[in-house]
């Protein structure tokens, strides 16, 4: 059973477009949700993250969206670069535990100049 | 400071050799995780150390996987009779006391076992 679905599976936009990464997850004991970037050859790096206790959090162009009800959480680029093309994983963790990490399986984000 | 190291950065091994991934935390961290990341998939967990001591082993795919971090920092993957399903990117990630949360990854180390 997939814990963290992510959809879509890849993406293609326009530079200076909005990128929407959706994540739905599955276990009600999650309480940490966060965004990590890869670019080809390096390992993930956090972009974003939300606890459930707000429903928003916005850092630059990167904001996430958090919907407690649904159990779903998204990430929104706005302005979108050729730099952003890259992989992004959403995530979750219960941090109660040891808060190992749960990754959802990732889209391909094309920013076209 | 520096990051997550992690050596070497690729390795081939032939189906049964035995191979040995290390990770270098970011030095005081005392938080330790292994992932597995396959092909075109998200990482997924391996096992995690607090300091020396290895409290959670539940993600390692089977008794040929084994890992160990004696002094608190460095730690090593060690996979033995490697199989061609253990070709993966292997990530290390380090936790520090003063964010329970937020991981900081490693490059990997690229397996392919031929």
């Known amino acids: 059973q997939q814990q963290v679905k992510q959809s879509p599976q890849s993406l293609i936009v326009q530079k200076g477009g909005i990128s929407i990464i959706n994540c739905a997850y599955e276990?009600?004991?999650?309480?940490?949700f966060p965004w990590y970037q890869q670019f080809p050859g390096k390992g993930p790096a956090l972009l974003i993250a939300i606890r459930p206790d707000v429903s928003e959090k916005k850092e630059g162009r990167f904001t996430i969206s958090f919907n407690k009800s649904a159990k779903q959480f998204s990430l929104h680029i706005m302005d979108s670069q050729p730099g952003d093309s890259a992989t992004y994983f959403c995530?979750?963790?219960?941090?109660?535990?040891?808060?190992?990490?749960?990754f959802g399986k990732g889209i391909t984000l094309s920013v076209r100049p | 400071g520096a990051g997550v190291s992690q050596s070497p950065r690729y390795k081939v091994a032939k189906r049964g050799q035995d191979v040995a991934l290390r990770c270098d935390p970011i030095s005081g961290h005392v938080s330790l995780f292994w992932y597995q990341q396959a092909l075109g998939q998200g990482p997924e967990f391996l096992t995690y150390f607090q300091n020396e001591a290895q409290l959670d082993k539940s993600g390692l795919p089977s008794d040929r996987f084994f890992a160990e971090r004696p002094e608190g920092s460095v730690s090593t993957l060690k996979i033995q009779r490697t199989q061609q399903e253990d070709s993966a990117v292997y990530l290390c990630a380090s936790r520090g006391t003063q964010d329970l949360y937020e991981q900081y990854f490693g490059p990997g180390t690229r397996l392919t076992v031929t």
């Open positions: 276990n009600t004991a999650f309480d940490y």
């Open positions: 995530a979750a963790s219960n941090t109660g535990a040891n808060s190992k990490l749960t």
